[in-house]
């Protein structure tokens, strides 16, 4: 729920800005004092706060990547929950549930520390149905069994854990410090997506056969959300400078790859990559080739269900109308109280 009400106008629609604000320009030459700090801070592993002067383009990378993250949060809930109802035990049901409701909760998280950069999580929400802003795509597979519940978990938690440590000591405060427990929150999941690809891979040969396909079916995509390959990732090589990302693409990939291999081995799976070998001279793994193509497809709004997750998040939006215009009658009223006492 929004609680978050910061302008008289938030929660009406109509008087919403469209998307996130314009950014002033660049620093002038009265603010080099000011740009020579922001960089000192950078220099110096001293987080940047909201209230800190912060040039305006690593403002606008800040809300398009935590923007961006929040939002790949709460879709994240839509395959999972897919399985609330499905789950095979009643503690499986529990577990899952808590999972789920976590992700709730990194979405909050991530909203709010995008918030202290001055955007509100209504225009960052219109920007997601609008199709100006992205979420991950890996959201945008299905999940057809019930072992894709622990591949979900052991594999895409796995790579968001991968991905987001070194978050938790990136440049700007508000985010660092959101992913630490966000961190903590994941290894959880991760760990029980693990176990349950355990008791799959240990059951009867049906069990091992649905844990097979699901790691078939999930693994190309996990290795997409790390994003493109180093030579056509268009944001890095800024956002290292700027302490945003700490680790390229293809090196937390490759990170992902020498983690999972064991884990697939001890579970008794076959990583589906005929050209995975180990290589001495690097002593990491080599890997096939990725399907780039279909992780463009897939991030242009054209995979298998990309249609599906946004209109549940429209659905949500829309059926949420009344509890944003009664947080905003609420807020009004409390206003006026506190005026005239
Ligand atoms: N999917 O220049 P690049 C989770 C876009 S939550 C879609 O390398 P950047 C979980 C990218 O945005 C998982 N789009 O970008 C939740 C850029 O387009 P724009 C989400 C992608 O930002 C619930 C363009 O491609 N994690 O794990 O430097 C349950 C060029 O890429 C993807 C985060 O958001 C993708 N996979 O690096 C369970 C972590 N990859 O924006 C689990 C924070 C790239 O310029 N984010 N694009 O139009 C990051 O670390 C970085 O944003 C990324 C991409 C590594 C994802």
């Known amino acids: 729920m929004h609680t978050n009400a910061t302008s008289a106008t938030e929660g ?3 008087k919403m800005p469209e998307q996130a604000p314009e950014q002033a320009p660049e620093h002038s030459p009265e603010q080099a004092p000011e740009q020579a700090r922001f960089e000192r801070q950078l220099d110096q592993g001293i987080p940047i706060e909201s209230a800190d ?9 800040l809300i398009r990547q935590i923007s961006q993250h929040a939002h790949s949060e709460i879709v994240g809930m839509l395959p999972e929950g897919n399985w609330l109802t499905r789950a095979p035990t009643l503690e499986r ?10 992700e709730a909760g990194h979405g909050l998280y991530l909203y709010s520390a995008a918030e202290t950069l001055g955007v509100t999580r209504d225009a960052m929400t219109l ?8 979420y991950s795509s890996i959201f945008n597979y299905p999940t057809l069994s019930w072992a894709d519940i622990g591949a979900i978990g052991w594999l895409v938690d796995g790579a968001a854990i991968i991905n987001q440590i070194p978050l938790c000591h990136c440049s700007y405060g508000p985010y660092a410090r959101a992913m630490v427990r966000i961190c ?8 029980q997506g693990f176990a349950i690809m355990t008791v799959l891979a240990r059951g009867t040969r049906e069990q091992q ?5 699901a790691l078939n079916r999930w693994w190309w995509p996990v290795l997409m959300m790390f994003g493109p390959p180093d030579h056509e990732s268009t944001n890095s090589d800024q956002s290292m ?10 090196e937390l990939r490759q990170r992902m790859v020498d983690q999972t291999v064991p884990q697939a081995q001890f579970l008794g799976l076959s990583i589906p990559d005929e050209q995975l070998a180990w290589n001495e001279a690097r002593g990491r793994y080599d890997y096939g080739a990725i399907d780039w193509d279909e992780f463009r497809r897939v991030v242009n709004g054209d995979g298998p269900c990309n249609q599906e997750r946004l209109a549940a998040r429209q659905r949500a ?5 009344w509890v944003r215009e009664a947080l905003e009658a609420h807020a009004q009223k409390q206003a006026t109280a506190v005026a005239a006492a």
Do not use: C
């Open 127 to 134: 920007d997601l149905l609008a199709r100006r802003a992205k």
């Open 317 to 321: 939006w829309d059926e949420g109308a």
């Open 184 to 191: 903590k929150e994941e290894s959880f999941h991760q760990r």
């Open 93 to 102: 049901k529990s577990i899952l549930l808590a999972k789920v409701q976590d």
């Open 53 to 61: 002067w912060m040039p305006a383009a690593y403002r606008k990378t």
């Open 12 to 14: 009406d629609a109509s």
């Open 209 to 213: 056969d649905m844990a097979q396909d």
């Open 241 to 250: 400078r700027w302490g945003i990302k700490l680790h390229s693409n293809d």
